[in-house]
């Protein structure tokens, strides 16, 4: 399906990044994956170099925009294309609102919503140079829902599906889709300890998994779905659509 074509996914150290770099490698594409935590890094280069593809990895923090630019001019140098970007990575944590400070709430905005920004911006620069591509970007449900204390983390997913529908309207004359996904609770711990109680109370009957987003990812990208753009798929096991009441 993606055989030919070049997939950058940020965040590929772990988890649903890991997933997602797995996913389009056995789909036929070339992988670009970086994340900020070299260690982690080299597994997944390890596992997709198991598999005889073409990977390039480097180590990037998306929260500094040098080094995204650098990235781009590498791709464009040694691959001269690029037909998929996925944001994928992100930080976040719980702290009250009284609380956290202004460089706390800065890294996340930057990390998650500026990075997100700047990666899609320069991907676009290449991609409108040979036809076109797709841009997924990561929100989360809890964009449009919370629990107390995550208010960085909140506001940076909720303007990453702002910034998504705006960049499917300016870059579509490019012939550059852009689509955001919002994860509900995708566990990338051990599965295995999850409670029958966790697992009920989605109406699917189970926690997501990162593969659940990686097939997301690979249905959004598909050239023959080219007329979705602007769109978020939300991709929670129906949580966020249950009725809860106190007994």
Same mark, same amino acid.
């Given at each position: 399906?993606?055989?030919?074509?070049?997939?950058?996914?940020?965040?590929?150290?772990?988890?649903?990044?890991?997933?997602?770099?797995?996913?389009?490698?056995?789909?036929?594409?070339?992988?670009?994956?970086?994340?900020k935590e070299a260690a982690m890094l080299a597994e997944t280069v390890?596992?997709?170099?198991?598999?005889?593809?073409?990977?390039?990895?480097?180590?990037?923090?998306?929260?500094?925009?040098?080094?995204?630019?650098? /990235?781009?001019?590498?791709?464009?140098?040694?691959?001269?294309? /690029?037909?998929?970007?996925?944001?994928?990575?992100?930080?976040?944590?719980?702290?009250? %609102?009284?609380?956290?400070?202004?460089?706390?709430?800065?890294?996340?905005?930057?990390?998650?919503?500026?990075?997100?920004?700047?990666?899609?911006?320069?991907?676009?620069?290449?991609?409108?140079?040979?036809?076109?591509?797709?841009?997924?970007?990561?929100?989360?449900?809890?964009?449009?829902?919370?629990?107390?204390?995550?208010?960085?983390?909140?506001?940076?997913?909720?303007?990453?599906?702002?910034?998504?529908?705006? /960049?499917?309207?300016?870059?579509?004359?490019?012939?550059?889709?852009?689509?955001?996904?919002? %994860?509900?609770?995708?566990?990338?711990?051990?599965?295995?300890? &999850?409670?029958?109680?966790?697992?009920?109370?989605? %109406?699917?009957?189970?926690?997501?998994? %990162?593969?659940?987003?990686?097939?997301?990812?690979?249905?959004?990208?598909?050239?023959?779905?080219?007329?979705?753009?602007?769109?978020? &798929?939300?991709?929670?096991g129906g949580m966020t659509r249950k009725m809860i009441y106190e007994?």
């Open positions: 399906m993606f055989t030919g074509k070049v997939a950058l996914v940020t965040g590929a150290g772990r988890g649903i990044g890991r997933a997602v770099a797995l996913a389009y490698t056995e789909a036929g594409a070339s992988v670009v994956i970086i994340d390890g596992l997709i170099a198991s598999r005889e593809q073409q990977v390039i990895s480097a180590v990037i923090d998306v929260r500094r925009p040098r080094e995204i630019e650098d /990235l781009f001019v590498q791709i464009s140098k040694e691959l001269g294309r /690029l037909d998929i970007l996925i944001n994928n990575a992100g930080v976040g944590f719980m702290k009250s %609102p009284y609380d956290i400070t202004v460089e706390e709430w800065d890294d996340v905005l930057a990390g998650n919503l500026r990075g997100t920004f700047l990666c899609a911006r320069e991907a676009a620069k290449i991609m409108r140079t040979h036809g076109g591509g797709s841009i997924v970007n990561l929100a989360s449900t809890r964009a449009t829902m919370s629990e107390p204390h995550w208010e960085a983390y909140a506001a940076s997913k909720g303007g990453i599906l702002g910034l998504t529908h705006a /960049l499917a309207l300016s870059l579509g004359p490019d012939h550059i889709r852009v689509n955001a996904i919002s %994860p509900g609770w995708i566990e990338t711990g051990d599965y295995a300890k &999850l409670r029958d109680d966790d697992h009920r109370q989605h %109406p699917a009957g189970r926690v997501g998994r %990162p593969d659940d987003i990686a097939r997301a990812c690979l249905y959004l990208t598909d050239p023959s779905n080219d007329f979705i753009t602007g769109a978020n &798929l939300v991709i929670d007994e």
